[in-house]
């Protein structure tokens, strides 16, 4: 059974940091990509990053919305991947799910199998 499990949330001030973790068990890590969305109050899921596989040397892909402030990562040895958020803003609210891909565009959360349970970010004003 694939089980994704996202850490780190949290409440963090407009400018401040947060890292999310999420560690993917009962797959073959590096096997697919990993996408990570979030859902603010009121609103649709969206993109936010995704890594693709190995064999794509990595890439990453982002909205443009956080271009430039988050990075995504991953670790194939610990099953994880990160999400490393800086310069925070209060529009950056959101439950943050990680999921993986299965195929097609990264863009869509159709084209992805699993997914973890979220986690909050909220930053304040």
């Known amino acids: 059974q694939v089980r994704l499990v996202e850490t780190g949330g949290g409440l963090v001030q407009t400018g401040g940091s947060l890292r999310l973790s999420c560690a993917v068990s009962?797959?073959?890590?590096?096997?697919?990509?990993v996408g990570w969305f979030r859902q603010a109050p009121g609103k649709e899921r969206e993109f936010v990053t995704a890594?693709?596989?190995?064999?794509?040397?990595?890439?990453?892909y982002y909205t443009d919305s956080v271009k430039g402030r988050f990075t995504v990562s991953r670790d194939n040895a610990k099953s994880t991947v990160y999400l490393q958020m800086n310069s925070l803003k209060p529009e950056d609210t959101a439950i943050y799910y990680c999921?993986?891909?299965?195929?097609?565009?990264?863009?869509?959360?159709?084209?992805?199998?699993?997914w973890g349970q979220g986690i909050q970010v909220t930053v304040s004003s």
């Open positions: 999921a993986t891909h299965r195929d097609g565009s990264y863009y869509y959360s159709v084209n992805y199998d699993y």
């Open positions: 009962g797959r073959s890590f590096s096997n697919f990509a």
């Open positions: 890594i693709a596989i190995k064999w794509s040397s990595g890439t990453t």
